[in-house]
């Protein structure tokens, strides 16, 4: 009976489980032809209406056709999502770089706005001579001539590059890194290392999945290059780091005879080998590896003349506001006061500012906020903490304006931004606690949802006759059983990192880090560009973990990570970060069964 309630839970969960809207921006990954139509797509998933549209202003191109908007759906782990593609055919009226900038739209009363993104345009005539080059290429690439060596074309064809774009800084100043594979050959490639970041805090711009490819010329021959991974480092302190290097194994196809044909790429990540191959005749594999060479980053520290005593790392360019949500409360009402820091510099290092909080008024930890531009470096968008509070005090509350310090690298000089005061007013009213209010409006929520349990329960009943009917339930039994199978207690996974707790040096928070890490790395199936400490945050928010969990979570891998890469004393107790590392994992755990 336990085992048909699971299994009827399972069967239920796209009925409790709601879409996540995304909006993004699609343009042609390979350079586009001046004169020559193309299309830029804005792609709205798991809205059922949406407001309000506003477009790029197009500059640069010419609009043929458009806005046509296309419905359509897809299936997802909810159901069938809802897909809108607004589409625009434009003409590029002159070839170079361009921004197209993303789209706004309302959806639920909120607003979203799609993602920047580059588009190259190229003229006719470098169109012409680009085809002609390949065409000619694709003999001379393909074909393996007699006597010719394999493997020193390959050399001269098939490549890994890594660009910075400096190789000294100043601790927290933002290096850009970008991984590039360079081919004109018949190649499939698998990624087996992807490099270590040891002593910096990583942004991911561009991966994989992105499948950013650009045409470029080197010593006369037309090269596929595929970006691989494009991140921006921020280094922790001051010294000197290394970005180690990535290897990739590629096996190249070669056919023993002259015939023409486009060669392609294929591009993977810990999947080589794992594929059988169709064995074609006249054609020959070579299997070769490569790799990116190891960059030396020197860090400066940031000088000490004329620092802020309360100076917390911040580098860049930044500007500060304050406001409330309500400027008007209840005594004892929970109020909420946004800090808002936006420009360009090192975000994800940035931290609360300080608040000299009215007698009366008890704040409470403040929640974060991201909005960042992917495509820009240095890092550019906003960071905003929401701070909630409750004040005890009747009348006119003043905050006083919140101060902010930052290291301006353009004038090699601090600087000291201040938001305004902010004013409160506090009536006498008691007012509800909207906790409260929230049990008695939960009601009609269930009310609403109570047409679609009864439908989930009956199709959930109706499925689950069908599977005994063709004899499944036995699979569908092991399956749940697997999933629902015996996990591993906090206590035991954490046993070695226990172990070290009274050593003498680091090595007890290098085996709490690596060994969190390799549990939700496991569980959240993290891999490769995946793991960074942005998608891990991520991928937590999406498999159900609380703010509050999550907070400990990232404490526990920033104090790791600035006692092992920085002569920082620790803030927190050993045993006290092995506690919040136990919590982190039974709410996992509890959330995996």
């Not at 001046?34 to 010419?62: C, L």
């Not at 007012?431 to 047409?451: A, C, D, I, L, Q």
Request: glycine share 6%; proline share 4%.
């Amino acid at each position: 009976m336990k085992k048909i309630v699971v299994i009827t839970g399972l069967l239920l969960l796209p009925f409790f489980v709601k879409a996540q809207i995304t909006f993004s921006t699609i343009v042609p990954l390979q350079p586009v032809v001046t004169g020559r139509s193309f299309q830029v797509q804005y792609v709205i998933e798991g809205a059922e209406t949406f407001d309000d549209f506003k477009p790029s202003v197009f500059e640069n191109f010419r609009i043929v056709t458009g806005p046509n908007i296309y419905n359509g759906t897809t299936a997802s782990i909810t159901g069938l999502k809802r897909i809108r593609n607004i589409v625009y055919t434009l003409e590029a009226t002159r070839p170079g770089k361009f921004l197209i900038r993303g789209a706004a739209v309302t959806i639920n009363n909120r607003n979203y706005e799609s993602n920047n993104v580059f588009l190259i345009v190229i003229s006719e005539k470098e169109a012409i001579r680009i085809a002609r080059q390949k065409k000619e290429n694709s003999i001379s690439n393909y074909f393996l001539r007699p006597g010719e060596d394999p493997y020193k074309k390959i050399k001269e064809n098939l490549f890994l590059k890594v660009q910075v774009d400096k190789k000294t800084c100043y601790a927290g100043e933002p290096v850009l890194a970008t991984f590039k594979l360079y081919s004109c050959l018949e190649s499939k490639s698998d990624i087996v290392k992807n490099p270590g970041f040891y002593g910096f805090s990583v942004f991911d711009m561009i991966n994989l999945s992105d499948k950013e490819v650009l045409a470029e010329k080197i010593n006369g021959k037309i090269f596929d290059v595929h970006t691989i991974r494009k991140v921006q480092l921020f280094p922790l302190q001051a010294g000197v780091f290394t970005i180690d290097p990535m290897e990739i194994r590629n096996r190249v196809e070669f056919s023993s005879t002259a015939v023409s044909r486009k060669t392609e790429q294929e591009i993977v990540e810990g999947m080589f080998g794992n594929r059988e191959e169709v064995e074609k005749n006249d054609v020959v594999n070579y299997e070769t590896e490569i790799s990116t060479e190891s960059i030396i980053i020197n860090v400066a520290p940031i000088p000490a003349k004329n620092k802020p005593v309360d100076f917390s790392g911040a580098i860049g360019r930044f500007f500060i506001t304050a406001s409330l949500l309500k400027n008007e409360l209840a005594k004892n009402e929970e109020g909420m006061l946004e800090v808002t820091i936006n420009g360009t510099g090192n975000f994800i290092q940035l931290t609360a500012p300080s608040i000299n909080w009215p007698e009366g008024i008890d704040a409470f930890e403040p929640t974060v906020k991201d909005n960042f531009d992917k495509n820009i470096s240095p890092l550019t968008g906003t960071r905003t903490f929401r701070f909630p509070f409750v004040c005890s005090v009747k009348g006119l509350n003043i905050i006083p304006p919140i101060q902010f310090n930052y290291f301006d690298i353009d004038s090699n000089s601090y600087k000291t931004i201040s938001t305004s005061l902010v004013k409160l007013d506090v009536i006498e009213e008691q007012r509800v606690n909207p906790v409260e209010s929230k049990s008695k409006t939960s009601m009609t929520e269930v009310n609403k949802t109570s047409s679609r349990i009864v439908a989930g329960i009956v199709i959930g009943l109706v499925l689950l006759v069908l599977i005994y009917w063709f004899g499944k339930r036995k699979e569908i039994t092991t399956e749940v059983n697997n999933v629902l199978g015996a996990r591993l207690d906090a206590d035991e996974i954490l046993q070695p990192a226990a172990e070290l707790i009274n050593a003498d040096d680091n090595q007890f928070y290098s085996c709490l880090y690596q060994t969190l890490w390799k549990y939700l790395a496991e569980n959240f199936k993290l891999e490769g560009s995946g793991m960074s400490r942005n998608k891990l945050i991520y991928a937590a928010e999406q498999n159900g973990l609380s703010k509050e969990i999550i907070n400990k979570l990232e404490l526990v891998l920033s104090e790791c990570e600035t006692v092992q890469f920085t002569n920082a004393a620790p803030l927190q107790e050993r045993n006290l970060l092995l506690q919040s590392a136990k919590v982190v994992i039974n709410a996992v755990e509890k959330n995996l069964l």
